[in-house]
Each structure stands twice: as C-alpha cells, then as structure tokens.
C-alpha cells in the first residue's frame, strides 16, 4: 500500500511548546517562525502582566 503522506517540517512552538507544522503561508519565513499562531505570537500573558502593571501606575 503506497499511502502518500506529505512529509511537512515541524518545530515547537516558542510560546505553548507544542509542535507545528509547516503551512503554506510560512513558506518564506518558516525559519523566522517561532509561534504556533497568532494568539501565541503575540504573547497573551506577557501581555496580560503589562496591563496589571499598567493599572498599578
Ligand atoms: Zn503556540
């Protein structure tokens, strides 16, 4: 049974940890990737402490 798998490279995310894999819109800057998605990316709990330190000032 030949069963074509498409061999995609993956990597951790840098925020969650969890692997991902390859998508088409990262074909230029797959190796500039770190995060698995945009809510990673963008750092939602780095993002949540800044708020609370904001509203301590
Ligand atoms: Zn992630």
Request: glycine share 4%; net charge positive.
């Amino acid at each position: 049974m030949a069963h074509r798998k498409p061999h995609l490279p993956q990597k951790p995310c840098a925020a969650c940890g969890r692997p991902f894999a390859w998508r088409k819109k990262w074909a230029r800057v797959w190796e500039e990737v770190r995060f698995c998605s945009d809510a990673c990316r963008e750092g939602r709990h780095a993002k949540a402490r800044l708020d609370r330190a904001a509203k301590r000032r």
